[in-house]
């Protein structure tokens, strides 16, 4: 394997889980230094473009990158792409977990609260066109947070597939059942086509 790609995050959980899911397709290195880009677009592709881009430029070598989100029904899809920062930059998990299940009550809706978590990569080697993948996981909102595991929104997000919080998951199971474990497989398979040596 003679590529190291670089992955387009300043988030050690996404990091953990590109090695992890891409072992033996192709290796994985984060940019070792941070780099702020500011997710101002208003869908997955945009932001995820963005990131690719801004990393190749900065790094100039061939880049991944994710955006992802939770996506809740009785919400219209919120907070969707605006996940990252959902009822303010600088609240703790367990605030925006508490913010999240306070707009879900507003609603006066009855659950289970059903959603999704979304993943859409972009890979950029800067000599052709950006190519995306994206991948999606069905489940619930529960209320308390179950699980030890994972980042972000996982312990308050049941995998309709195994019944489990991401953050209850082991992580074979979070890469079988996830949103990132999905886009990555079609990533790896399209890797492979146009790398069969590697
Ligand atoms: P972004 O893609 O950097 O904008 O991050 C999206 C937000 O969704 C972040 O707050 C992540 O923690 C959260 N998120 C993305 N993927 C996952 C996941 O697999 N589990 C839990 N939270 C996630």
Same mark, same amino acid.
């Given at each position: 394997?003679?590529?190291?790609?670089?992955?387009?995050?300043?988030?050690?959980?996404?990091? /953990? %889980?590109?090695?992890?899911?891409? !072992?033996?397709? @192709? %290796?994985?290195? $984060?940019?070792?230094?941070?780099?702020?880009?500011?997710?101002?677009?208003? +869908?997955?592709?945009?932001?995820?473009?963005?990131?690719?881009?801004?990393?190749?430029? +900065?790094?100039?070598?061939? =880049?991944?990158?994710? /955006?992802? $989100?939770?996506? =809740?029904?009785?919400?219209?899809?919120?907070? *969707?792409?605006?996940?990252? #920062?959902?009822? *303010?930059?600088?609240?703790?998990? %367990?605030?925006?977990?508490?913010?999240?299940?306070?707009?879900?009550?507003?609603?006066?809706?009855?659950?289970?609260?059903? *959603?999704? &978590? @979304?993943?859409?990569?972009?890979?950029?080697?800067?000599?052709?066109?950006? =190519?995306?993948?994206?991948?999606k996981a069905s489940g619930q909102v529960v209320q308390p947070p179950r699980g030890n595991g994972g980042f972000g929104y996982d312990p308050i &997000?049941?995998?309709?597939?195994?019944?489990?919080? &991401?953050?209850?998951?082991?992580?074979?199971?979070?890469?079988?059942?996830?949103? #990132? *474990?999905?886009?990555?497989?079609? &990533?790896?398979?399209?890797? !492979?086509?146009?790398h069969p040596t590697a």
């Amino acid at each position: 394997m003679s590529h190291v790609l670089l992955i387009a995050t300043t988030n050690k959980g996404k990091l /953990d %889980e590109f090695k992890l899911y891409l !072992k033996g397709v @192709v %290796e994985c290195s $984060g940019s070792g230094e941070p780099l702020d880009v500011e997710e101002d677009g208003t +869908t997955y592709w945009e932001n995820a473009l963005k990131k690719a881009l801004r990393f190749y430029e +900065t790094f100039q070598r061939p =880049v991944l990158a994710d /955006d992802s $989100g939770l996506e =809740v029904d009785v919400l219209g899809g919120a907070p *969707g792409v605006y996940s990252a #920062r959902y009822g *303010g930059a600088d609240l703790t998990w %367990e605030d925006r977990w508490a913010y999240l299940y306070s707009k879900i009550e507003a609603t006066g809706a009855i659950g289970p609260h059903t *959603g999704a &978590f @979304v993943c859409v990569l972009c890979y950029y080697d800067g000599l052709n066109p950006p =190519v995306f993948f994206q991948g999606k996981a069905s489940g619930q909102v529960v209320q308390p947070p179950r699980g030890n595991g994972g980042f972000g929104y996982d312990p308050i &997000f049941e995998s309709r597939l195994l019944r489990k919080t &991401f953050a209850e998951l082991s992580a074979k199971e979070k890469q079988t059942a996830s949103h #990132r *474990g999905e886009a990555l497989r079609q &990533f790896s398979v399209w890797w !492979k086509t146009k790398h069969p040596t590697a």
